[in-house]
């Protein structure tokens, strides 16, 4: 596995991810999101991609020469980073691929950043990213209780957070 800038060639996988509206992945990036409203503002994102060059703040998980999926991230305030990570393909779940996609990002951000603490958002019903996180050293910084709605069932948002010093690279 490796993280890479985004190549022309894996426009095709990326429109494909992010336009199928019945896309498994978006059962669990923020499912609580109109689904309407997302498929919109992800289809312009895709335009946005085909156009706009690319960033050390956005990668490609590249499994095998093929796009897995992406990963970015955005300075919230000085010195704190945003983390976010989507493997689009079901069969790569479960596996660890996302975790190491998450630790290899990780790495690469503190290597390309001055990040003093790295954070990220979910709901608690992604578990399987709860506990990538956790193996990587995150640690829950909040919750807010019952504020995520889906598919019927009420909950919580979680923000984890990992300070440099606590950062230990995998094997």
Known sequence: MTLRG???RDLTALR???TDPTAQWRQWDAPYLNPADTTASLEAYVRHLETAPTTPNERVVDLGGACIGM???AEDASD???LGVIIFDPQHWGRGVGSRALALWVGAT???TDAH???????SGNE???RAAHRLGFREAGRVREARLVRGERFDSVKLDLLRREWTPLP
């Open 110 to 112: 503190l290597n390309e």
């Open 80 to 82: 704190v980073w945003d």
């Open 6 to 8: 985004r190549r022309p």
């Open 71 to 73: 990963l970015n991230r």
């Open 16 to 18: 494909r991810w992010f």
């Open 128 to 130: 399987r990213m709860i």
């Open 117 to 123: 603490v790295l954070t990220f958002s979910t709901w």
